[in-house]
């Protein structure tokens, strides 16, 4: 099992750019969200997806959008990209129940940059 | 709403010196606790977690964990630190009932020298 994937390992922008991230597991986990860690900051939830077909907003959704396109995949689009979304992008899954129930498990990460 | 507090934002030690990282978190809820670790350039990986029952718990790489409900306290421990501990430690919280959403602390960086 490759766990949770992330392509790209590593974007540079220009503002106003748009991009799409992904991120896939292949553990049958239901749910799956995205964070953004920042220095001194730590990780900060920016969308989740409780299940397929549902998505909703975490902390610090502003300037992003996001699609469970099935079970396996949950994308994080930037429309038009900021300095201010400069950061480390991480995805994660867990299971809801059953054997390391709230375990979530985490991607490797996208390190992108906005100029 | 919940809050994780990590105060210290580096902890440097010596090989095979006992370290503590230490977590604070409020809330109005029973809580799940949580401590993560993150090596240079990775995703973060799950150290221990505190679901319930006994408050001492174990978890890899020899460390372990005390939650202390009167404290709102969740401190990471381990008896002798190897330079390889030398990473950021995270701890989260989540409420212990419906969906889960962790909420993080700012992390903890441990510097261990020899």
């Known amino acids: 099992n490759a766990g949770v994937t992330q392509t790209p390992k590593f974007q540079v922008l220009k503002t106003g750019q748009s991009m799409t991230l992904q991120c896939a597991q292949d553990?049958?986990?239901?749910?799956m969200y995205w964070y953004r860690q920042d220095p001194g900051m730590g990780l900060r939830l920016i969308y989740y997806?409780?299940?397929?077909?549902?998505?909703d907003k975490g902390e610090v959704p502003n300037g992003y959008n996001v699609s469970r396109l099935n079970k396996r995949e949950f994308s994080l689009r930037l429309e038009s990209a900021a300095p201010s979304q400069t950061s480390v992008y991480f995805c994660?899954?867990?299971?809801?129940?059953?054997?390391?129930?709230?375990?979530?498990?985490f991607g490797p990460g996208t390190r992108l940059t906005v100029l | 709403a919940q809050s994780v507090t990590q105060l210290d934002s580096q902890v440097p030690v010596f090989e095979e010196a006992p370290v503590e990282l230490r977590c604070n978190y409020s809330?109005?809820?029973?809580?799940?606790l949580f401590w993560y670790v993150q090596y240079p350039n990775q995703g973060l990986q799950l150290l221990l977690k505190?679901?319930?029952?006994?408050?001492l718990v174990k978890g890899i790489n020899g460390f372990e964990a005390e939650f202390n409900k009167s404290q709102t306290s969740f401190h990471l421990r381990k008896p002798s630190v190897h330079i390889s501990d030398t990473a950021e430690y995270f701890c989260?919280?989540?409420?212990?009932?419906?969906?889960?959403?962790?909420?993080f602390g700012t992390g903890t960086r441990l510097l261990v020298s020899p």
């Open positions: 994660a899954s867990t299971r809801e129940a059953g054997e390391n129930y709230n375990e979530q498990f």
């Open positions: 553990m049958n986990h239901n749910s």
């Open positions: 997806s409780a299940s397929e077909g549902t998505t």
């Open positions: 809330s109005s809820v029973s809580v799940y």
């Open positions: 505190y679901l319930s029952g006994s408050t």
């Open positions: 989260a919280v989540s409420e212990g009932t419906g969906f889960q959403k962790l909420v």
